[in-house]
């Protein structure tokens, strides 16, 4: 064992990470007890950011007052077109959302995302073994995620790391520019273009070998031979690329922050080792959503006030967000609200499903909620099999995330053996 590694110094970049991280959380702790719905207008513009878990949940599941801010960016990213994570609630929602269901049914979380994540999460391991160290960022989850979404959508990209690249500059472009820096719009535009071009040649390459694969292109091509409405090539493109921007990148992000915490908690990590070694997979899938809450995807969700709208009427803290607002609904500060998630500031297993909004809530709640529900534990049991598992000595130990965005893990290393 490397006696260096539990003493590893933090870079002056993580120990700034931390720093803004509980300020954020002290932050909110504060907005909720004192400004729940906090509505600030600023350079023309009106600010809203709600705080607690239930006006966060009101705010999500009103879709129509407080809509998704994507539309643009997908048009970019589309051609000018819309998916259902830009729609409103409206037919076309419903239509396309039930259409790409349809192709992705919630049973094959367990029947085909489980067994293939496990073997293809071994296989990274294995490649690790002989090393005795494996970065839990692009090394396992990233090349885990692109190579099953691949081959379970049918679009596998010209090549793992060319696609992955691609796509989460998309991702970040779309979900974390908020600015909208013109210096990001240039490349994302032809990011997208290449992405386009990709899948419609995927798209025409499996006209012409039809029926020799059983993934979502094939089962879209089949609803198409139907007649289906919604299942045109420009609209199989338009959902395919939703799928691959929206699958790819996430539990990348999501797994190598949760070891971060875990790997800083030894009586919960031993716990969920404990837990993986007995393959009890509920116990470890609570495990590692407790860990997450405590730096999970994104502090909250972003929506466009649509219509005047008097959030948590009749409470002494409500306020109305007036139309044109610019809203957060604060996720990360909800799953901290001690009204509804008692002893919040513990790490704890005993808690119920709905503590947790790591998946967004209402209408647009992930479409890939139930694959992500098995993914995620699944990547994440194979490392905590690992024996004597810890941080790696030296900076390749701790969280590194990427220049471009911030949010994105490139490297968090840990050791074992
Ligand atoms: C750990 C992985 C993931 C996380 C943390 C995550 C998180 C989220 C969140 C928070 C939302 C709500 C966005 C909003 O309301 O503004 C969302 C929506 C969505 N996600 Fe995921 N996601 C993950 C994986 C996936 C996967 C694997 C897929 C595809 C198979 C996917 C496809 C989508 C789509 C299409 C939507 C839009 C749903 C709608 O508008 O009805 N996501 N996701």
Known sequence: MDARVATAPKSSGSKLLDALKSKMDWGFLLLRNTLPILVVPWKGRTYALVTRYDDVQEVLQRPNVFNVTYAPKIAVIMDGDNIFLGMKDEPNYTRDRTNMRMTAPRGEALSR?????????AEAVQRALPGGRLDLAMELTQDVTTRFFGAYFGTPGRSVTQFSDQVRWLFGWMFADIANDPAKAAPAARLAADLRAYVEEAIAARKQARGQQDDI?????RFQDMGTEGFSDREIRNNLIGLIVGALPQAPMVIPQLFDILLDRPQQLREAQAAARADDDAAVSRYVFEASRFFPLTPGLFRNCEEDYRVAAGNWRARTIPKGAFVMAATRSAMFDGRRVPRS????????????????????ECFGLYMNRVMVPEICKAVLKLPNLRRAPGPEGRLRMDEEFGIFPMNLTVAFG
């Open 113 to 121: 995302v489980k067994p293939e994540v496990a073997r293809l999460t």
């Open 217 to 221: 292109l094939e089962r879209c091509l």
């Open 345 to 364: 500031w513990q790490f704890r297993t005993d808690r119920p499903d709905y503590s947790y909004m790591h998946f967004g809530y209402g209408m647009h």
